[in-house]
């Protein structure tokens, strides 16, 4: 097996054991594998041993690597997860599956334009800044409810879920309790939470999609 494929099945592994811990069932949670900074090689590595499900955080960074890709893995689903420009819409809905970073009624409206120009609708996140960081992006907790009443009525945006990246000196369980919570209260079933350094964590408090670069791929430029 290739360190990809040992690194992956080391990853899965750990998710089924803190799902089943929690009472829940392992397949309810999907591994997003971020290969942001990583190149086509390393991506198909993984793909060729099965994963296929991935994270990228520039629209940009994304079209260099994962056009050729998923014309060869047709079911590769491909999710950004990084913050998205207005003026990057068209060819974030071009290209990818899923949008988990929806935190704004601008970027809501130009998603909704464009989704429907394009006759393709990404399954959309909005991005909940649950520490209430200055410099970090997504919707304030006490914004969220509202938030996704405007994007699912005013905007009719295919919405299925929440996602967080807590403040990284603090404890995330309490992070990750209040996402679940909060989708919960707004009837949406996904929770995007959990990166390599809290997966586990996050799949014990509720996560359907955990997010790991670097216990899959190494670490980022080296
Ligand atoms: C880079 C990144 C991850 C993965 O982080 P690791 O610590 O390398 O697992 C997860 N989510 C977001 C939004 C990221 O930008």
Redo the contacts with the bound molecule.
């Keep these: 097996m290739s360190d990809g494929a040992d690194r992956l099945a080391e990853v899965r592994r750990r998710i089924a054991e803190a799902a089943r811990a929690a009472g829940r069932d392992p397949a309810a949670v999907t591994l997003v594998a971020?290969s942001?900074t990583h190149g086509a090689d390393r991506v198909r590595e993984l793909l060729d041993a099965g994963q296929r499900v991935f994270?990228e955080?520039r629209v940009q960074e994304a079209e260099a690597k994962f056009p050729a890709l998923k014309a060869q893995y047709p079911d590769l689903m491909l999710h950004l997860?990084?913050p998205l420009q207005t003026n990057k819409v068209r060819e974030a809905v071009a290209l990818f599956d899923v949008i988990e970073s929806v935190d704004r009624e601008k970027l809501a409206a130009a998603l909704a334009k464009e989704m429907a120009r394009a006759a393709r609708r990404p399954a959309c996140y909005v991005q909940v800044n649950t520490g209430e960081e200055p410099q970090k992006a997504g919707v304030l907790p006490g914004e969220v409810d509202a938030f996704v009443a405007s994007c699912r009525d005013v905007h009719k945006l295919p919405l299925v879920g929440l996602m967080c990246?807590p403040p990284v000196e603090e404890e995330p369980a309490l992070h990750f309790a209040l996402l679940t919570k909060m989708a919960a209260r707004n009837g949406l079933a996904q929770v995007s939470m959990g990166?390599?350094?809290d997966y586990e964590i996050a799949v014990r408090l509720g996560a359907t999609h955990v997010?790991?670069?670097?216990?899959l791929f190494g670490h980022?430029g080296g």
Excluded: D
């Excluded at 997010?211 to 216990?215: D, K, L, P």
């Design positions: 971020v942001k994270g955080n997860i990084g990246i990166m390599s350094a997010r790991v670069g670097t216990a980022r």
